[in-house]
């Protein structure tokens, strides 16, 4: 394993943590009533994660890059170590949300009392807030899955939404960067594709997914929706996550093989 991959995996594994800790901030912003705050900070988060985004990219570009015009050298076995990198980091993320929903929710508290950023990670980084990290630390628990069902509607539609819009943003890039390894001709208009296929889950999660939970969230705070069924919801869409991820495994090779028929009747 080239030490290329090894930065694209650790990467991927970044990105993809983010992402699934990004489902509990509205949790976080229901019980501190600081909805606007806990955004706002998670934002730090997520600049973190679009930088490594940045980085991740270029880099696997460059691996179809050298791989190209070697008949021996087939990038593919990669791309699935990436994807698996993919499922990984959402299960861990998954497994850490209990804690990071305990550790985030002092972190908003401590920025509203205070207001400075440096303040709060100088406080994350003394002895009080290592305690604090290691008292935060909890083991999901089981009954936060076996209550799916008994705490409000399971939402379907937005489930089966959520799970293919993972899967297509998933593959997204990494589909349209093989197809460049399958028709190296046509890699420049294949990777362009990406962002075309990425639009689409975005729009596909913009139109269901987020003014679902914006909807929950509104009706938690005024009293219309029980927040235990809402950290439901929350874990529902966690596993439609995963599930998602898991499905791009499939879809990733059948989904390079039509960005190829795309870029070449274009």
């Known amino acids: 394993m080239t030490t290329q991959i090894l930065w694209v995996l650790l990467l991927t594994f970044l990105i993809n943590l983010i992402s699934t800790l990004s489902y509990s901030v509205r949790i976080v912003g229901i019980r501190t009533r600081k909805i606007a705050v806990s955004f706002a900070l998670f934002n730090v988060l997520v600049l973190v994660s679009r930088t490594a985004n940045g980085f991740q990219s270029p880099i696997l570009a460059n691996i179809v890059e050298k791989n190209i015009g070697l008949s021996h050298a087939n990038p593919i076995e990669q791309f699935y170590w990436i994807l698996w990198m993919t499922s990984f980091a959402t299960l861990l993320g998954a497994l850490l949300i209990p804690s990071f929903q305990r550790l985030f929710s002092y972190a908003v508290v401590h920025f509203s009392q205070h207001k400075s950023m440096p303040g709060l990670v100088l406080a994350g980084m003394s002895s009080r807030g290592l305690d604090l990290v290691r008292s935060s630390t909890v083991i999901p628990s089981y009954q936060n899955v076996s209550r799916l069902v008994k705490k409000g509607p399971f939402p379907w539609r937005v489930f089966v939404f959520n799970v293919v819009a ?6 997204g890039v990494l589909a349209s960067l093989y197809a ?3 028709n190296p001709s046509l890699r420049t208009t294949s ?15 913009f139109l269901f997914i987020d003014p679902y939970l914006s909807i929950l969230t509104d009706e938690v705070t005024e009293g219309k929706f029980e927040e235990t069924a809402f950290r439901n919801q929350v874990v529902i869409l966690v596993i439609a996550r995963l599930l998602g991820t898991l499905m791009a495994q499939l879809i990733f090779l059948p989904a390079s093989q039509l960005i190829v028929l795309i870029a070449e009747h274009m």
């Open 191 to 205: 990777s362009n594709l990406s962002s075309v296929i990425n639009g689409l889950a975005t729009i596909l999660m």
């Open 166 to 171: 993972v899967a297509v943003l998933t593959v």
């Open 180 to 182: 460049g390894y399958l």
